[in-house]
């Protein structure tokens, strides 16, 4: 598992936004925005 914080910071070195991020992973974009603006473990 990872945290809120090294999945923004996974997502900003492959150099992506949210919509990719939420496109490549078969998820919708509330899903990934929930996700990383959470405070634990996602």
Do not use: C, W
């Not at 070195?13 to 496109?23: N, S």
């Amino acid at each position: 598992m990872i945290t809120a914080a090294q999945m923004r910071a996974a997502r900003a070195l492959a150099g992506i936004d949210q919509k990719t991020l939420a496109e490549r992973a078969g998820v919708s974009l509330p899903t990934i925005q929930r996700m990383e603006a959470s405070d634990g473990v996602v």
